[in-house]
């Protein structure tokens, strides 16, 4: 019934819980939403998260790719964030491409994580002008509850921090590039703690 009511009039209902000091979900005002979050958890991606934020749930994972760096910034390498926002999620998405809102939120996520230089993509370049790595991070959600982009980000960065780069060696004479798995470097951390 509640829901009936927070369609045909959101802002009384809205305003019901504000005059009540409460939330919908039933939290105080400045009572934070559960968090709970695991690392590593997607074997088939290089680093990996999965965030439960009350409760939206979000799973992010990150694989590696090599690739040329840009003409006009030859000495960086690469973030592509891509958000989904399945029907699973909420009854608000449909199957097919992705809506303009999942496109809207993974504009968000990557400028925020761009602009905060938590990664300095510079750190992802291995030879300027040649080789430098793509990190596509892959972020599905699950279950949309509020605090998206939240969840979002939290799941992100906690892929970064557990992620580790291969060693790459290239060869001048005979260009052959070879990437050893085995030997791995932890990125690069510029997180404030």
């Keep these: 019934m509640s829901e009936i009511y927070k369609l045909i009039h959101p802002v009384k209902y809205f305003n019901d819980y504000i005059s009540r000091n409460v939330r919908p979900d039933g939290r105080n005002f400045y009572e934070h939403r559960n968090i709970k979050l695991n690392v590593n958890s997607i074997q088939a991606a290089e680093a990996s998260a ?3 934020c009350g409760n939206t749930t979000v799973i992010c994972g990150i694989k590696l790719e090599l690739a040329t760096p840009k003409a006009e910034d030859p000495d960086a390498g690469f973030l592509v964030t891509n958000v989904e926002l399945l029907p699973l999620c909420s009854s608000k998405f449909r199957p097919g491409p992705p809506s303009d809102y999942a496109q809207v939120i993974s504009n968000i996520v990557s400028d925020i994580v761009i602009n905060s230089q938590c990664v300095d993509l510079k750190d992802l370049c291995i030879i300027s002008d040649k080789f430098a790595w793509v990190l596509y991070c892959d972020i599905v959600c699950i ?7 939240d ?7 906690s892929s970064l921090k557990t992620l580790s780069l291969p060693t790459v060696s290239y060869d001048e004479e005979t260009e052959n590039i070879k990437v050893d798995t085995k030997v ?3 990125l690069k951390e510029y997180f404030v703690n």
């Design 184 to 186: 791995r470097t932890p």
């Design 151 to 157: 969840a979002c980000i939290m799941a992100l960065i």
């Design 50 to 52: 999965v965030v439960k």
């Design 143 to 149: 279950d949309n509850d509020g605090s998206l982009v």
